[in-house]
């Protein structure tokens, strides 16, 4: 017997009666987003290794080991996407979109890190990503923040998130801050943890928000980044919290927020579920980046902006919403039943006049014939709401019966008053 190829670890496959869930959030953050005067931008998902080493760093982690990294034909090295915003600046260099000009833009798509799967984090994994270029005032960070909690109130889970805010200052600052964090770190090197012990050399701020409870009671003795802060970044945090406290969202502000990737500068935030994803809590994460357009070749640009895990929210709103079956169930809005001689070719142009009619409600026609109870299961099984019924006398008189299958009542009606029963019956 043949075996059977099975997917690769930590990258999922995900069946139809999850993709409506996925269709239902997705299309919820695009019409907020839409709502806001955001454009969509496409990128692609392979881009050069050398974009991700410039722009995040040559000793983050996501650079030293979670990158999916290959050589062409052609001896380029080449790398599956791990994050999205090195690209969308990467695109906009490209195409010009940034010189004096003011962008708002998002994308969807899959992003690939080589990681240990887990709840809450796969290797192959997918975002929402906004991200906008051309104001560096602290208002555009409110509205990105404000933009997210919209997003939770119309997905039902506002109570169920918090959100934490930080700043970071300007490089400079962060350069300061992270000699003196280095300076602690060695003196107490002994009570370090392995994982610890090597990012005080290669990324020592993200020894700030280790999981690890002795390293946090550790912490607690060193100078927080905000005794550094330039007046600058000062003033520019102190005006955001004022725009949150004055559109009333709650925040708290967390100064061992410090973000994975190295280009954060000024504001970071995170939006952090409170129950349901255990250590993988943060389902929406970003801030500014100022300096990285630059970085990668164009002309000097403010930027902010966020990420957020799909995966994250589909498994919150599963450990929260109580009208997921609703949602997971709703296939098929009618269902065309056919049986007896010529009724199946009758029944599948009845039904594609219907399409044409009435192109907002789902069809599905019963293939494979059966018995009416047989066919009756088949539309139940697929959640239709509505059963027309074409058998031989039907086909005769030009009537349809047409069933409710949520109360069991039905009717037989002309042909040509399907559609307005069906407006009447199906929201």
């Not at 300007?170 to 770190?185: G, I, K, N, P, Q």
């Not at 392995?194 to 701020?205: A, F, I, Q, S, Y």
């Not at 409870?213 to 927080?224: M, N």
Request: glycine share 8%; proline share 3%.
């Amino acid at each position: 017997m043949v075996k059977y190829i099975q997917a690769i670890r930590g990258i999922n496959d995900y069946l139809p009666k999850d993709t409506l869930i996925w269709q239902h959030i997705e299309c919820i953050i695009k019409e907020v987003l839409c709502n806001y005067g955001y454009s969509e931008i496409r990128l692609p998902i392979l881009e050069y290794t050398s974009l991700f080493r410039r722009a995040i760093g040559e000793m983050n982690d996501v650079v030293e080991k979670e990158m999916y990294t290959f050589e062409d034909r052609n001896g380029q090295s080449l790398t599956l996407r791990p994050e999205g915003t090195a690209c969308c600046v990467r695109a906009g260099i490209e195409h010009g979109l940034f010189f004096n000009q003011e962008q708002r833009l998002w994308y969807i798509g899959p992003m690939f890190r080589y990681e240990r799967p887990q709840k809450g984090r796969y290797r192959q994994f997918y975002q929402i990503g906004v991200e906008i270029f051309g104001l560096e005032g602290p208002d555009i960070d409110a509205e990105l923040i404000m933009l997210t909690s919209r997003c939770w109130k119309a997905l039902g889970i506002s109570e169920y998130v918090e959100l934490e805010i930080n700043s970071l200052g300007s490089l400079e600052t962060r350069a300061r801050y992270r000699r003196e964090l280095v300076d602690f770190l060695k003196q107490h090197s002994n009570m370090l943890d392995e994982d610890c012990k090597r990012r005080m050399h290669t990324n020592p701020l993200r020894v700030l928000d280790s999981k690890n409870p002795e390293i946090q009671k550790l912490l607690k003795d060193v100078s927080t980044l905000s005794v550094f802060l330039d007046e600058s970044s000062r003033q520019h945090f102190i005006n955001l919290c004022v725009l949150l406290d004055h559109v009333g969202i709650k925040y708290r502000v967390n100064e061992r927020l410090v973000r994975g990737l190295d280009y954060y500068n000024r504001t970071v935030f995170e939006w952090v579920a409170k129950q349901g994803l255990g250590a993988q809590g943060t389902i929406c994460g970003g801030g500014r980046y100022d300096d990285l357009v630059e970085k990668l070749g164009g002309h000097p640009t403010p930027a902010v902006g966020l990420g957020m895990g799909l995966e994250r929210l589909m498994l919150l709103i599963k450990t929260i919403n109580p009208n997921l079956d609703k949602i997971r169930k709703n296939f098929v809005d009618v269902y065309v039943i056919a049986l007896g001689e010529g009724t199946q070719c009758a029944a599948i142009k009845l039904t594609e006049k219907l399409r044409d009619l009435n192109p907002k409600y789902k069809f599905m026609t019963n293939f494979g014939g059966g018995s009416f109870k047989k066919q009756f299961t088949r539309a139940n099984k697929w959640g239709a709401s509505i059963a027309l019924v074409l058998g031989e006398n039907e086909l005769k008189t030009g009537k349809v019966l047409i069933k409710n299958l949520r109360t069991g009542n039905q009717q037989m009606l002309n042909q040509s008053e399907i559609s307005i029963m069906l407006k009447a019956l199906l929201p």
